[in-house]
């Protein structure tokens, strides 16, 4: 028995970019004519470097010391701010902007690379500039000329920060009870005073920029109640004339873990705003921004699973007890059936999770950037269907896997100091931040599947299916023929899903989540079935993807068939809530 | 729609020993016939009162404190101590112990009770009586005379508490890895000085009584190495001539959860002990301590479980969002369906572990004082096959209870002022302690199945077996027809799954985790056909059974059929490590 050799975040990406095929497919896009794939590896190498040797090193301490408010100004932890520095020197912030504004136009399949390695190596300090990109997005494509002059630059280079001001006390989930009040200050209805409560709003107040912009949903004068009536506005902590606008960081959380990240209560006291976007309808400029955040916390996930992984794998190796069956006395852990287990379903689960999170990422720059207005709607539903299925299985996996990922340390774990408690602790919050996992499933469910009478997700099911039958005739690929029973089945169900759906919504919604698994597991059928066939034709030594494959076909697949069993039950024998 | 009712620890555990009979089965025990069931569910509210009234408080200021250590001394967060006396007072360490010694004679089924509302309220109060009983019934069953004359009534009155010392740096889930050394000091081999490094001792040091008992493994000058050559000793922090012992606590460690309990690292310097039981067999009187901890923790996670349902069933109950669908503007999101799961997956969770929780306590009691030899020995071979299912899988209920209890709060549950977040970092140790789960499910499919050809077990099966035919013949218990066929599956693998253990022991450890689930899954089938019928035939208005009986079966029992295909497929193909 021979240690299992550890392939890093980075030599995974790299896999997914080459041997995958992702890199190839962004440079037949125009905008990336000019990057070849090993550009792209090149930047995720020296992300993983910025990562491991700037980031790595504050993880622990941004947990210890947390951030302090003191009269309405946040500290971070100490080496936040410098690290911050250093990576917006390094021009990380522009990375995916667009050149025109200083951007260096990378794809977001880029972008998100560095937003795992960066996550990967701490959580906390990457909440800061995690909402950068969204928030970039969201004023390129809605704010008026004059805001995007105004507004943008620094934006791009990092030289601000943004917030995004959605929850308030008595409107989490349902942004339709937002009471934050916009009153106009001009006749053109472009500026107004903004008052309202913000609460859990991440890097609301920060010791690591000048200025920071706020992007605030909140109901003008005259807009009808519920989320139709609410705008977008931009609202900047420092304004254009330099004074202090009439926003301030009232407190801020303690929280069970990323403790580095200031989450803040923000008090809005007729604070200058601007319209982003059209009135009334700030709910699509918000998630314009919100899809991103939700992309960007998938992969915050999968670089905290990869993160817990590699801990523990490396402790398992070191850690020597006996009674290792089959072994000599002396032997590491890692030989354990038990421990193998806990390592081998990190490892599936991390890899997996990746290669659904750059098919989506990689649907994104396509539906930006394809040739044709077809292919772009085509992309654009994909990474819209996508998405959900990306935040919400991630982040799970983030969550049980660092609990694993502790399991392997035994009583060692639960000491703080040993550091994978950590890892637990930050990885609880992106199961429910930027949409609770429950409200991707709905979304899935109602938005992505039922609305459009399940052609997107047939679609994408068919692609998956086709590579399963591929794989499943191959040799040396066994297990992958069972698999496409398993596509059958679903088929089979889902117009009776729909219907019960459109007839019953309430016992629809209640196996929302086994429909997200279900499809999560379709999905990733096809996606091992294609990094198998990938693999075994580049050639090489490496049987990585088919061992991790045939362990996720054999361990992880059936919770999968589980799924589809209990929707089928509940579409045959509804139960729900009395 | 209306807000299911809340029902309570203590009332839940009234419907186990009233309608569902294990009251009754008590008082059929010599020892218990003065007691009637009542008399034990005064106990139980009893207890509850006041796990209600005096801990459940001290639960937020012990984790917001924690301990502090100083000059090897310990100080327990505030109150701490208060409470013990109190408990102490009131004569609960007593409760299961001999009258003969100044016990109440009380079933293990009433300590066990007493430890789950203890627990639920305040898991790190509770772990310093937690082994208490465990080292009353080690010294009382292999302690020599002198020894219980000297040392068991201080334990018995709770003026003393006691601590089981395993854990070396070396020497985790292996014991056969300890090193901690025992010199003999007289010729009979009764006195010893004990030399060591023991870590991880929960209440090694505190300042709740003025004596700590600690019962250590060690390895006599003798002894051969490995788990064969350990001994068991009594070491007393003050010796019996008021002398203090040569054993310190040499620090605390910094925990993710029950930061209350001081988990001391203890140095033992040519301390005076006492041998238990014989020399080199120190594993055998362990074991007995162990079980007992073992269960003990089965039912800490029961409370911790309850804790966290409770407080997430009355946060979703007053919580108000809107769309809800099919409710106005304005309800409750405990209506939402997607709540409605995480709510009753946690009810249906801990109602359906402490079923099988008390019915591991009954077969102990039952095994120690049933009429016959014949009686007995099936009884204690039953306890056997039931306590590493209960710990391992009311821990697992716990730990994913209380994260699903956090999701119900959203982003309040992050912050550590909601108090949910608490029973989540709490939670995440018993998984690991008294033998971390995978060590369990090893424990259950090589000791307890593999070792005696299934006996056992299928014995135990076919009682369950029999509930479930019967509930599957009762109108209004749909379901249960289903679940019949489960267990011929299982029948039908036991054979070649055993067959596989012999002949390829690591490929049958690689799936202990399922074979565990699988047969949980069975057993639980069996509990809830049981539960469901004595609520039918106990009359009244409540169906709260049978509705939790109709969702278990709908929607967890899919998860033991998931184990029973792996565990299949693995016999037919095994997959292992290389």
Chains 1, 2 share one sequence.
Not at 42 to 65: C, I, K, T
Request: hydrophobic share 45%.
């Amino acid at each position: 028995m021979h240690p299992r050799e550890l392939r890093s975040a980075a030599d995974d990406i790299a896999f997914v970019l080459e041997t995958l095929g992702v890199g190839e497919a962004l440079t037949r896009l125009a905008p990336f004519h000019e990057f070849d794939t090993a550009t792209l590896v090149q930047v995720v190498d020296e992300a993983a470097r910025f990562s491991r040797e700037v980031l790595a090193p504050l993880n622990a301490v941004g947990d210890r010391e947390g951030c302090t408010w003191r009269d309405g100004a946040v500290s971070t932890p100490a080496g936040f701010a410098d690290a911050y520095r250093r990576y917006r020197d390094a021009g990380w912030p522009s990375l995916p902007c667009d050149p025109s504004l200083g951007g260096q136009g990378l794809p977001l399949v880029a972008q998100i690379a560095v937003q795992e390695l960066t996550a990967g190596a701490n959580l906390a300090w990457t909440m800061y500039p995690g909402i950068l990109h969204g928030a970039y997005e969201c004023v390129h494509r809605f704010g008026s000329e004059a805001l995007r002059d105004a507004w943008l630059a620094p934006l791009v280079s990092g030289e601000w920060l943004a917030t995004m001001c959605l929850t308030e006390p008595g409107a989490g989930s349902d942004l339709g009870q937002i009471r934050t009040r916009a009153v106009w200050t001009d006749e053109r209805q472009e500026t107004v005073r903004v008052t309202g409560e913000k609460i859990f709003i991440s890097g609301g107040e920060q010791d690591l920029t000048p200025n920071i912009v706020h992007l605030v949903l909140a109901r003008t004068q005259d807009a009808p109640s519920g989320s139709a009536g609410l705008s977008l506005f931009l609202v900047p902590k420092i304004l254009a004339n330099g004074a202090r606008n009439e926003v301030r960081c009232t407190g801020i959380e303690h929280k069970m873990g990323i403790r580095g990240s200031a989450t803040c209560s923000m008090a809005f006291e007729g604070a200058t705003g601007y319209l982003v976007g059209e009135v009334h309808r700030g709910l699509e400029a918000m998630f314009a921004m919100m899809n991103s955040a939700r992309l960007h916390v998938g992969a915050s996930a999968v670089g905290l699973a990869q993160g817990a992984y590699e801990m523990s794998a490396r402790h398992a190796h070191e850690r020597i007890q006996s009674r290792v069956p089959g072994a000599d006395a002396g032997a590491p852990i890692a030989g354990h059936p038990a421990v193998w287990r806990l390592l081998e379903g990190q490892r599936v689960g991390v890899e997996g999770a990746r290669l659904l999170l750059y098919r989506a990422a990689l649907a994104i720059d396509e539906a930006h950037h394809a040739a044709t207005q077809a292919m772009r709607a085509d992309a654009d539903a994909l990474a819209a269907l996508l998405t959900p299925i990306v935040k919400a299985t991630a982040t799970a996996q983030a969550f049980h896997g660092a609990s694993d990922a502790l399991q392997v340390f035994g009583g060692y774990g639960y000491v703080e100091e040993t550091g994978i408690s950590q890892f637990v602790r930050d990885a609880r919050i992106p199961m429910i931040y930027e949409g609770t996992n429950e409200i991707q499933a709905i979304d899935l469910l109602m938005r992505k599947i039922v609305k459009d009478d399940g052609t997107i997700l047939s679609r994408w099911l068919a692609w998956a299916q086709t590579q399963v039958r591929a794989a499943s005739g191959l040799e040396r690929l066994n297990g992958f023929d069972d698999a496409l029973r398993d596509f059958d089945a679903w088929t089979g169900l889902m117009p009776s899903l729909i219907a019960l759906a459109r007839t019953t919504p309430r016992a629809a919604l209640c196996v929302a989540g086994e429909v997200m698994q279900a499809v999560h597991g379709l999905s990733m059928a096809g996606l091992w079935a294609q990094a198998s066939m990938a693999e075994a034709t580049a050639g090489g030594t490496s049987e990585a993807k088919r061992r991790a494959a045939r362990y996720w076909l054999k361990f992880e697949l059936p919770q999968a068939r589980r799924a589809v069993a209990i929707v089928a039950s509940q579409i045959q024998d509804p139960e729900t809530a009395e």
